[in-house]
């Protein structure tokens, strides 16, 4: 038997990369039995077959799992966002942050296409919050080398709404690829869907980077949920006020004595992700009782 991770997923078939050769492999019936769907960052075992495929027969612990990108055991979530066209929706950034706090995953915020909009309002929102925040531009090379240095030795994924330039990042961090990159539809402002699966790649800095298909609005909104109480706990710039309102079960949303909306006032968090704190709050309030006792 050999040990590796799957870069690829494609079909019912699995590539997995065990640091010298890349293995295409076949699922086990038992993995269906056990309704457990292998995903790329999977740290797996495997069985070499004489016809040169592979035979998947166990599949490591998991650190965390996504499904909004399909992806396992990620280190470092990199959300790249845009202020040019298209403009990226704050909310967006906020639900998928959300989503990896409660996996115990890191986000860095990265803010690309800097050199046709700066970006600063929209760095400084996530800097504020205690984000690892970059602002880049896969065009010019500015802030590259910065991103190449906080993704290195780390297992991470490059996620954000459609077209504001993942697969160019990755091709300005690796000078050996060629990933395909779309335009942004002038009409739409958004960007054509040119990545169509999730893929991990092994850059030079010793990273391996997953490359995820753009999502839009209405992606975001089928994200998993956290429970409505658990909510206030990903949201990190939170944290020292928790415990200080006037109510023990504050929502933090319009209490009276509330003193996250204290410090919302006082310029200390961002109205913004308040805002999208309250938008999830109320959306994860919405899940009835017997679905929320699955989560």
Not at 121 to 145: K, N, P, W
Not at 158 to 184: H, M, W
Request: proline share 3%.
């Amino acid at each position: 038997m050999s040990e590796g991770i799957i870069q690829k997923a494609l079909s019912g078939f699995y590539y997995v990369d065990d640091g010298s050769s890349v293995t295409t492999c076949r699922a086990r019936g038992k993995h269906r039995h056990a309704r457990l769907t292998p995903l790329v960052g999977d740290r797996v075992r495997f069985t070499p077959l004489a016809d040169g495929l592979g035979a998947l027969d166990e599949i490591f612990p998991r650190k965390n799992e996504f499904y909004r990108p399909a992806v396992a055991n990620i280190d470092l979530l990199v959300v790249v966002a845009s202020q040019a066209v298209p403009v990226t929706d704050p909310f967006l950034i906020d639900r998928v942050a959300a989503i990896a706090a409660s996996r115990g995953c890191e986000t860095l915020v990265c803010v690309n296409k800097c050199d046709l909009e700066p970006g600063e309002d929209l760095a400084h929102i996530y800097a504020q919050a205690g984000f690892a925040t970059l602002r880049v531009s896969a065009e010019t090379g500015e802030g590259i080398e910065q991103l190449r240095q906080a993704i290195a030795g780390k297992v991470c994924a490059f996620t954000g709404n459609s077209g504001v330039g993942k697969s160019s990042i990755l091709n300005a961090l690796e000078r050996d690829f060629d990933l395909a990159t779309g335009e942004v539809s002038d009409k739409l402002g958004r960007g054509r869907h040119t990545t169509r699966h999730v893929e991990l790649f092994r850059l030079s800095c010793g990273a391996l980077a997953a490359d995820t298909p753009g999502f839009s609005s209405f992606d975001v909104d089928k994200m998993e949920l956290a429970r409505k109480e658990e909510l206030q706990y990903s949201f990190r710039e939170f944290a020292p006020y928790l415990g200080k309102c006037q109510f023990q079960d504050c929502a933090h949303v319009k209490e009276k004595g509330c003193a996250v909306l204290a410090a919302v006032k006082a310029g200390e968090i961002s109205k913004t992700r308040h805002q999208s704190y309250v938008r999830l709050y109320e959306q994860a309030k919405a899940i009835p009782n017997w679905q929320r006792e699955k989560m």
